[in-house]
């Protein structure tokens, strides 16, 4: 029996997040423990998760899943704006049969939460207070990489941000796509009098690119974001920014995501 109209209507939207997906077998148990504590901070929240490649779920999947009629925000497990946030997104959020109600918010990042679990895993690397008035440290954000500007943008915006944190200089540096690579990164800081160079893992989950980049540190390297308790705080955020907006605001900003 399909839901009354204004049940549909008045029921509170799943929150589905959206990874990208990785052949690391760390990715899918890292994502789904994130959830757990999305779920316990939300508790009643329908909670989902659907994954745009290489993982089951898989989006499409998630969505056909639910029960007709229910409204959903797709949350991305994305720390920046690119290609899958603005065109793989609304896409399945226009396929969605009936009219339903799906709502797209905005990629994790930038955003001071993210700052504080970035700064958490360098102290849990072996980052001390003290390096950031030695003089002689630095970082290295490392991230997966983009082709699309914006996404660049983000990912300079947050090595600002996790400047201010430190109070050391902090290099955005990539894994793909674009350059400076992490390597160069790490030699463009050292050329800088910073001999002590960490990396910082702009990953939401483990897998090949958070693997290179470690590799890639001279000193200490952060694990991934993970699990952090900031992250599945600003989970639940980005869901609700995006389930306040306004349904005209909401369309406007879908067709702008498309457009780009």
Request: glycine fraction near 8%; aromatic fraction near 4%.
């Amino acid at each position: 029996m399909l839901p009354s109209a204004t049940a549909s209507a008045t029921a509170r939207p799943a929150l589905v997040a959206v990874a990208h997906g990785s052949r690391d077998p760390r990715a899918v148990r890292t994502v789904t423990a994130l959830l757990d504590r999305v779920r316990e901070l939300r508790p009643g929240l329908d909670v989902r998760l659907g994954h745009i490649e290489l993982n089951e779920p898989l989006l499409g999947d998630t969505l056909a899943a639910l029960p007709d009629g229910t409204p959903a925000v797709l949350v991305p497990l994305l720390l920046s704006r690119g290609y899958h946030v603005k065109h793989d997104l609304p896409q399945a959020a226009a396929a969605m049969p009936g009219g339903a109600d799906v709502r797209i918010a905005r990629p994790l990042g930038p955003h001071p939460l993210l700052g504080e679990a970035l700064a958490d895993r360098l102290a849990e690397a072996g980052w001390r207070p003290g390096d950031g008035t030695s003089g002689s440290a630095g970082v290295v954000l490392a991230s997966a990489g983009s082709r699309d500007p914006d996404s660049a943008a983000d990912t300079r915006r947050m090595a600002r941000m996790l400047a201010e944190r430190l109070g050391v200089p902090v290099v955005a540096a990539y894994a793909s796509a674009l350059a400076p690579t992490v390597p160069a990164a790490v030699k463009a800081l050292e050329a800088r009098g910073r001999h002590r160079v960490a990396v910082a893992s702009y990953f939401a989950a483990p897998g090949l690119f958070a693997t290179r980049s470690a590799a890639a540190a001279p000193w200490i390297a952060a694990e991934p974001l993970g699990t952090h308790p900031a992250l599945a705080r600003l989970l639940l955020h980005r869901y609700d920014e995006a389930q306040a907006l306004p349904c005209a605001a909401q369309a406007a900003r879908r067709l702008e995501l498309s457009a780009a």
